[in-house]
C-alpha cells in the first residue's frame, strides 16, 4: 500500500517532535521549543544531530512542495527555548526583515550567581569579539569594547533564592533590544551576576578550554554547578502575527526548586 505524503507527514512529525516540542504551526511559519544541547546548523559533515536537520525530516512534506527551512532567531547549543523558522521563501524575507529592525520582541529567563542590589537595570555597552581587540585564547569569546556594536539589554529580578544552604541565586528576566552574539551573557557578567553554568563568561574561562579536552567532569560540576548555561528563550512576540511563551525546562526548574 503506497502511503500519502500528507498522511506519511504527520507520522514522521510525530516521530520527530520528541526531540522538541512545536508550539505553533502553520502554512508559513513554525515556533519550536528547542531543548539545551541540541544544535541549531550542522558544524560539519556527519556531526551530531542538528535542530535544522531534523526540521528537514518534521517539515519533508512542505519541502518536497517548493518550501524552505529558515531559522530565524539562532540559539547558542547549550542555551533552550523558543525558536522561529520561516517555511516559505516569503515568510523568511519577512521575519528577516523584523528580526533586523527589533521588530520581533524577545525575552530571556536567566539563573545568575549572588542578589542584585538592583530590581531593574538596563545595559548600554558596546560588543565586540575581544580577540580583535586584545589577546584572547577563546576564539568566539565576545567582550564590552568602545569600538564594538551598539548593545542594550534591560534586565528585571524576578526572584532571589538560596541553594545549597547559603548559597545566593537569581532568576533574571532578559529582554535584549539589540542581537549581539553572547550579548545576555555578557551583560550580565558585566553586572557581577554571571548566569550559572556559563563555561565563557562565568567563574574562569578556563573552564571552557577544560571542557573542550575533558568533557564534563566532577571537578567542572563543582565549579560550574550545571552542564549548560542556565540561559532560556522564554517568549518570542510579533505584533499582529502571534505571542508564544516557554516555561523554563526541568533542568532550570529542578535547580530553583520549582
Known amino acids: 500500500m503506497i502511503i500519502p505524503w500528507s498522511v506519511l507527514t504527520i507520522v514522521i512529525k510525530q ?4 526531540n522538541f516540542a512545536i508550539v505553533a504551526e502553520t502554512a508559513d511559519y513554525a515556533v519550536v521549543d528547542k531543548p539545551p544541547f541540541l ?7 556527519d556531526g551530531p544531530h542538528t535542530l535544522w536537520g531534523e526540521l528537514r525530516q518534521l517539515l519533508a512534506f512542505e519541502l518536497q512542495t517548493g518550501g524552505q527551512i529558515s531559522i530565524i532567531n539562532r540559539l ?6 523558543l525558536v522561529l523558522v520561516g517555511k ?9 526583515l523584523l528580526m533586523q529592525a527589533n521588530q ?25 569579539r575581544l580577540g580583535k581587540h586584545q589577546p584572547s585564547r ?3 569569546k565576545q567582550g564590552v569594547v568602545s569600538q564594538g556594536a551598539e548593545a542594550q539589554t534591560d534586565f528585571f529580578v524576578e526572584k532571589r533564592f538560596h541553594r545549597m544552604g547559603s548559597e545566593r541565586f537569581s532568576v533574571i528576566r532578559a529582554i535584549p533590544r539589540t542581537g549581539r552574539t553572547h550579548q545576555i551573557r555578557v551583560h550580565l557578567a558585566e553586572t557581577g551576576h554571571p ?5 565563557i563568561y562565568g567563574p574562569n574561562d578556563e573552564l571552557y578550554l577544560e571542557f573542550i579536552e575533558t568533557g564534563w567532569t566532577p571537578k567542572l560540576e563543582a565549579q560550574l554547578l550545571l552542564p549548560r548555561q542556565a540561559l532560556h528563550s522564554s517568549r518570542l512576540s510579533i505584533e499582529e502575527v502571534g505571542d508564544w511563551r516557554s ?12
Open 76 to 81: 547558542d547549543r547549550e542555551t533552550s527555548g
Open 88 to 96: 516559505t521563501a516569503g515568510a523568511a524575507r519577512k521575519f528577516g
Open 138 to 140: 577563546i576564539w568566539l
Open 104 to 128: 520581533i520582541a524577545k525575552e530571556y529567563r536567566a539563573i545568575v550567581l549572588g542578589w542584585p542590589e538592583w530590581e531593574h537595570l538596563k545595559v548600554d555597552k558596546p560588543l565586540d
Open 195 to 199: 548566569v550559572v553554568g556559563d563555561k
Open 247 to 258: 516555561p523554563l525546562p526541568a533542568d532550570l526548574a529542578t535547580f530553583i526548586g520549582d
Open 39 to 45: 544544535l541549531v546548523h550542522p558544524t560539519k559533515p
Open 15 to 18: 516521530m520527530v517532535s520528541a
